[in-house]
């Protein structure tokens, strides 16, 4: 190993990846006494949520340009420095509107130092044998960074307060920040050096992903089939066309949109976005559910969300890879995909108002967690099948933006089926239930574009059968 201090190096990284994913699910648990002390509308509170993944979706994919471009360490700190920052203000907030900002500017400052901190793990490890190993042990922390914020939302939640769920990302981005002289500076090359940073790209898909979000969210005061939800969904989709021409158009684009038109990469994208509008609002859904109407403290549901947790990462862990090694990607992915809508359908039907955690919760989520699981890195290896290695990185992020739109959006049309149900005369639970029933309907439209354009098997000689 050529660089003195690897140790902490990785350390420092994985744990910033670690912060950035655990602080995606920490604030689901906690949702309802947020609502309660900021007087959130049903609505509005999936903006906590939302603000967060926006703002990743829309800016991923130009902080890791900009890491290119304007050296890797200086982008890793701007954005950790805006993640703490952000952190910090959003634990004071007084409003709604307040808490939503200060989470946007989380997202963007973990848009900025996650791919940052992804390509300075390269660059410590130079070494393919010891880069492998880093890689591992970055995807392990990542993963278990999602579960930790479940459990962790939950007992801070209640022993210290919800603000605390942000509180604890100061600590530790102080201690990062005050650490990262021991990273490599990560100097850009004369080629990206000269190149240019394609912010209205950035802007559009934001925007657009974010009005599209918007337009579900205000369903609750117009109405789904409202003509001004159509209008903003309308606009929704023409900055998004914006965003492809512009893309079309520029010397340095975000997304390369010839990688598009391979099937295995359009078709991992497509499946990522439609299967990630199930999960994210599983999670946040059965959350509510746990805590509304079956009356869990937070700490109660983050132990309650923890069997799903689990069986999604030991499943894409280990069970995922095997059967790909086994069978190829395409197979995988049906099959997991079949397991999920099976066990969303499960848990959907189940959400009763009379019912308990075991009969309601465990069954659904424990077979979701499972078909997940299995097909996520079956499709995320697609996504990257034909791909030159030097766009490794771009496809990798295209797939985490495609699967945070997809979890913004899925969450948005999910709280507005619930709001609808309520408007209407139903029960919490029917609200609960046909939100995560249109969500395995979502999945298998998935499922039906992934059958009809995912490529056959592929060889380890990179044949197509």
Not at 99 to 128: C, E, H, K, N, Y
Not at 176 to 187: E, H, T
Request: aromatic share 8%; net charge neutral.
């Amino acid at each position: 190993m050529t660089h003195p201090h690897w140790r902490l190096c990785l350390i420092l990284l994985c744990t910033t990846q670690f912060v950035a994913l655990l602080d995606f699910s920490i604030t689901m648990i906690p949702l309802p006494q947020i609502q309660q002390s900021l007087g959130f509308t049903p609505g509005g509170l999936q903006w906590v949520i939302n603000a967060y993944g926006v703002a990743i979706a829309g800016f991923l994919l130009l902080g890791g340009r900009a890491a290119d471009m304007f050296g890797r360490r200086r982008v890793f700190l701007i954005g950790l420095t805006l993640f703490t920052a952000g952190s910090l203000l959003g634990g004071f907030s007084h409003s709604p509107a307040m808490l939503i900002a200060t989470r946007a500017m989380q997202g963007l400052g973990a848009a900025m130092f996650s791919p940052a901190a992804f390509s300075l793990l390269l660059t410590v490890f130079s070494d393919p044998q010891q880069r492998n190993r880093a890689l591992g042990a970055w995807t392990a922390v990542a993963a278990s960074g999602f579960v930790a914020g479940l459990i962790l939302g939950g007992v801070i939640t209640d022993l210290l307060g919800w603000r605390w769920v942000l509180w604890i990302n100061v600590p530790v981005g102080m201690l990062a920040i005050a650490l990262s002289g021991v990273l490599p500076i990560g100097k850009p090359d004369a080629r990206t050096a000269s190149g240019h940073l394609d912010i209205w790209g950035a802007v559009l898909v934001a925007s657009g992903a974010a009005t599209l979000v918007f337009a579900f969210a205000n369903s609750e005061h117009v109405g789904l089939a409202s003509a001004e939800t159509f209008g903003l969904v309308l606009l929704a989709l023409i900055l998004l066309a914006g965003f492809v021409r512009v893309e079309s158009k520029v010397e340095s684009p975000l997304m390369p949109l010839p990688i598009f038109w391979r099937r295995s990469t359009g078709g991992a994208n497509l499946v990522s976005l439609l299967a990630n509008t199930a999960l994210g609002p599983t999670f946040v859904v059965v959350a509510l559910y746990m805590q509304e109407v079956l009356g869990f403290t937070a700490t109660q549901t983050g132990l309650g969300l923890l069997p799903m947790a689990m069986a999604f990462t030991l499943s894409s862990a280990w069970g995922g890879p095997a059967l790909i090694a086994r069978t190829g990607t395409r197979p995988v992915i049906l099959g997991g995909m079949v397991l999920f809508i099976g066990g969303l359908a499960l848990l959907g039907a189940s959400l009763l108002a009379d019912a308990s955690w075991s009969t309601s919760i465990l069954p659904g989520t424990l077979l979701a967690g499972i078909g997940y699981g299995v097909a996520f890195p079956a499709w995320t290896v697609a996504g990257i099948e034909g791909v030159e290695a030097a766009d490794h990185g771009l496809a990798g992020g295209m797939l985490t933006t495609t699967q945070e739109v997809g979890s913004a959006v899925g969450l948005a049309v999910g709280v507005a089926v619930s709001i609808a149900v309520l408007a209407s005369g139903g029960s919490a639970a029917q609200g609960f239930s046909y939100a995560i029933l249109i969500s395995a309907c979502m999945v298998l439209v998935g499922l039906v574009c992934a059958t009809a354009i995912l490529p056959g098997q592929t060889t380890r000689s990179g044949v197509t059968r």
